[in-house]
């Protein structure tokens, strides 16, 4: 079946960077969309970006797009969010997700429709 890891999480000042990496750990399945999700205490999980592994699109929500940048390497099966310019309100658990097989047209924004989830991996902003 295989899993999703996610690692690179930490605490940094505002304003900092930080490297987020999912690795597919015995996945062989195919994924057609990627995506960086965040959820932090009393709060609903919030999309952060999202990949077509086919097209390579991308998208962001409003309040990241210029600072974050969402990335895969097939090589090594593995998706990054680089984050820089961290915001203390930013601070959450961050989760990788994929939706696998195939999707028709663009990749949901959603969280629910992505059905394989990391563990995640907590991001800390300090002010």
């Not at 959820?39 to 609903?44: C, D, H, I, P």
Request: glycine letters at 14%.
């Amino acid at each position: 079946q295989g899993q999703l890891v996610e690692s690179g999480g930490g605490s940094v000042h505002t304003g900092g960077s930080l490297r987020l990496s999912c690795a597919a750990s015995g996945y062989t399945g195919s994924r057609a969309c990627m995506g960086w999700f965040r959820q932090s205490a009393g709060k609903e999980r919030e999309t952060v970006a999202i990949m077509s592994v086919a097209r390579r699109s991308t998208f962001y929500v409003d309040s990241v797009r210029g600072r974050f940048t969402i990335s895969r390497d097939s090589a090594k099966d593995t998706v990054y969010l680089q984050m820089n310019g961290l915001r203390p309100e930013e601070a959450a658990m961050y989760y990788c997700a994929a939706i696998r097989g195939g999707w028709i047209g663009g990749c949901p924004k959603p969280p629910q429709y992505y059905d394989v989830w990391g563990q995640g991996t907590q991001v800390t902003v300090a002010s």
